[in-house]
């Protein structure tokens, strides 16, 4: 009875945060206390939300759960409240692990380090904050508190154009961000005297249709910025191409999920009117987005900005399945936020590793180290297969149960679907194209005769002359500036760590997939009934020939099984 009254969220919100306000009364030598100190609390702060899901949570309940209701701001109607149900608690999950692995591979990190970890964990408990809010200007407010961090992060740790992408970090955000508070207070007062933010409240409002379709267009560019879709996404490869490792870690692993997470959220579940309406939108722009994301990705030379317009490519299944009508699409998108979120973080922190070793990011400059780093090859070949979709790992069972889900639907006709198919299935071909393209100019050998980057020819000269110089590729540099061992045991564990749950969900999709199903086919459900009112006032909704209005009242729950 304890455990049930005890405020658990908030004090998986708050340990970060309150610790992160003690590191600078910490003694810093050579900053080994507080990277321990801040190793410690991130990984206390994992094991609490564990303990809690296992004791507490029950995932055949559809309803929000571990609810906490705190009056804070009671004259503009603000209350703390925060709870936890199936589309909310396996992305807790994925932050907690995505952050404390961003912090163990952030170890040599000795710029700063009371700066770099304050902000660390004040990143970690807003993402927290985020998922778990259950107020909607509660939820802005952790969603503008996640942005100063990671501006911070990158425009002090970041690359040589560090200011110029977080700058463009925090316009696109921010603006976008003004669309949640606009929404948050136009539902919160609508309806005269009864002022709420509570969202199960706001769910139960009847909105006109003209302002559910204004709130709706507000908050997929809210969320669509952050979820990277064209033509929103401008900012994540600039962002991804100068962020240091750990950050793009996050950003890759965790933060994009916020704009799927609240499209889930508030545009399916409170607007679920405005939804039927913009759901061959989403299917549209879904497409294109993996298509788009995909044919860059062959023109970018900076490894990380191609991994950046994988992302963009990836996060198009998510907009397919949000936007399919059935529960296989449905969780076919969550498994695909949560697949991508442990490929990406595990693919940008090789990147990183690749990176101290080289000095480099320009694909052009490397090449024949696979050789040199077998264990980084291994790695990073395992890394890509997964991202790739390869059959018995986590992307494959995401993205097919996107697949089926779309091409299942009722609600679509059969020419929509078949185009929308297909063009994916394009994307599906172009991914291993570039990723293994890639692989060859990382770790294979190149015809290339090494040139020294240095501007000065006798330097170039003493480079060239250097039998202790390392080239990879193009790329020369002494011993004394990089470290050309292979993954030591602390980024091995990293590694592994993601490839281990990868394979896991592959091979078992269950392990994720229960964690939600309950809740993603109530949403379904919600959505449906939507159509089917909708429909029966306006039976060309869609547009005759290309997307049909029927409906059947029966789901094809065998359909589910195929993922489980």
């Known amino acids: 009875m304890i455990g049930e009254q005890f405020p658990w969220l908030t004090a998986i919100i708050s340990l970060p945060l309150i610790a992160?306000?003690?590191?600078?009364?910490?003694?810093?030598?050579?900053?080994?206390?507080?990277?321990?100190?801040?190793?410690?609390?991130?990984?206390?702060?994992?094991?609490?939300?564990?303990?809690?899901?296992?004791?507490?949570?029950?995932?055949?309940n559809s309803g929000f759960q571990l609810v906490e209701k705190y009056d804070w701001l009671p004259m503009i109607g603000l209350s703390w409240s925060v709870s936890v149900d199936g589309i909310s608690m396996p992305l807790v999950l994925l932050a907690g692990l995505v952050t404390t692995l961003a912090m163990f591979s952030a170890w040599q990190v000795d710029h700063k380090p009371r700066?770099?970890?304050?902000?660390?964990?004040?990143?970690?408990?807003?993402?927290?904050?985020?998922?778990?809010?259950?107020?909607?200007?509660?939820?802005?407010?952790?969603?503008?508190?996640?942005?100063?961090?990671?501006?911070?992060?990158?425009?002090?740790?970041?690359?040589?154009?560090?200011?110029?992408?977080?700058?463009?970090?925090?316009?696109?955000?921010?603006?976008?961000?003004?669309?949640?508070?606009?929404?948050?207070?136009?539902?919160?007062?609508?309806?005269?005297?009864?002022?709420?933010?509570?969202?199960?409240?706001?769910?139960?409002?009847?909105?006109?249709?003209?302002?559910?379709?204004?709130?709706?267009?507000?908050?997929?560019?809210?969320?669509?910025?952050?979820?990277?879709?064209?033509?929103?996404?401008?900012?994540?490869?600039?962002?991804?191409?100068?962020?240091?490792?750990?950050?793009?870690?996050?950003?890759?692993?965790?933060?994009?999920?916020?704009?799927?997470?609240?499209?889930?959220?508030?545009?399916?579940?409170?607007?679920?009117?405005?939804?039927?309406?913009?759901?061959?939108?989403?299917?549209?722009?879904?497409?294109v987005n993996i298509v788009y994301g995909a044919l860059t990705s062959f023109g970018q030379t900076n490894m990380k900005r191609r991994l950046a317009y994988s992302s963009v490519s990836h996060m198009g299944f998510v907009l397919l399945g949000i936007a399919s009508f059935t529960d296989l699409g449905m969780s076919g998108?969550?498994?695909?936020?949560?697949?991508?979120?442990?490929?990406?973080?595990l693919l940008f922190f090789l990147a990183g590793v690749t990176y101290d070793r080289t000095h480099t990011l320009a694909l052009n400059d490397m090449g024949d180290i696979g050789e040199k780093?077998?264990?980084?090859?291994?790695?990073?070949?395992?890394?890509?297969?997964?991202?790739?979709?390869?059959?018995?790992?986590?992307?494959?069972?995401?993205?097919?149960?996107?697949?089926?889900?779309?091409?299942?639907?009722?609600?679509?006709?059969?020419?929509?679907?078949?185009?929308?198919?297909?063009?994916?299935?394009?994307g599906l071909i172009l991914t291993p194209i570039y990723l293994?393209?890639?692989?060859?100019?990382?770790?294979?050998?190149?015809?290339?005769?090494?040139?020294?980057?240095?501007?000065?020819?006798?330097?170039?000269?003493?480079?060239?002359d250097n039998s202790e110089a390392m080239c990879f590729g193009t790329n020369c540099v002494l011993p004394g500036q990089a470290r050309y061992t292979d993954a030591n045991s602390r980024e091995?564990?990293?590694?592994?760590?993601?490839?281990?749950?990868?394979?896991?969900?592959?091979?078992?999709?269950?392990?994720?997939?229960?964690l939600y199903d309950v809740k993603t086919v109530a949403l379904n459900t919600q959505v449906r009934e939507s159509y089917t009112q909708i429909s029966q006032t306006n039976p060309k909704i869609y547009a005759e020939g290309f997307l049909s209005p029927k409906i059947t009242p029966s789901e094809s729950s065998s359909v589910v099984a195929v993922i489980k």
């Not at 780093?373 to 059959?391: D, E, I, N, R």
């Open 20 to 60: 992160s306000l003690l590191i600078p009364v910490l003694p810093a030598k050579e900053g080994k206390q507080v990277r321990w100190y801040a190793m410690g609390v991130a990984i206390a702060d994992f094991i609490l939300m564990c303990y809690v899901f296992v004791q507490h949570y029950d995932p055949s």
């Open 115 to 287: 700066l770099f970890y304050v902000l660390m964990l004040m990143l970690y408990a807003a993402q927290i904050g985020v998922f778990v809010a259950q107020d909607i200007l509660l939820l802005f407010i952790m969603w503008e508190l996640e942005l100063v961090p990671v501006y911070l992060l990158i425009s002090i740790w970041g690359g040589k154009k560090r200011q110029y992408a977080a700058m463009k970090f925090l316009l696109y955000t921010a603006a976008a961000s003004i669309f949640i508070l606009v929404a948050a207070l136009a539902m919160g007062w609508y309806g005269g005297n009864n002022v709420t933010f509570d969202m199960v409240e706001l769910g139960l409002k009847d909105y006109p249709l003209g302002l559910e379709l204004f709130l709706y267009a507000g908050l997929l560019v809210a969320f669509g910025v952050k979820l990277a879709i064209f033509p929103l996404h401008t900012w994540l490869p600039d962002a991804h191409g100068e962020a240091s490792a750990p950050v793009s870690m996050i950003l890759a692993g965790v933060l994009l999920k916020m704009g799927g997470y609240g499209l889930i959220r508030l545009n399916m579940g409170l607007l679920s009117d405005a939804h039927v309406y913009f759901a061959p939108v989403l299917a549209t722009l879904g497409v």
């Open 333 to 345: 998108a969550m498994l695909q936020m949560l697949s991508h979120g442990l490929i990406a973080a």
């Open 373 to 426: 780093m077998p264990k980084v090859f291994a790695l990073f070949t395992a890394g890509a297969m997964a991202s790739l979709a390869l059959p018995g790992m986590s992307g494959f069972a995401s993205e097919i149960a996107v697949f089926l889900g779309f091409t299942s639907s009722d609600i679509y006709s059969s020419s929509f679907r078949t185009v929308t198919v297909f063009l994916s299935a394009v």
């Open 436 to 464: 293994l393209s890639m692989l060859r100019q990382l770790f294979y050998g190149t015809d290339k005769v090494p040139v020294c980057v240095v501007g000065d020819t006798e330097k170039r000269k003493d480079y060239q």
């Open 492 to 514: 091995i564990f990293i590694g592994l760590s993601f490839l281990a749950l990868i394979i896991a969900v592959g091979l078992y999709p269950k392990l994720a997939t229960e």
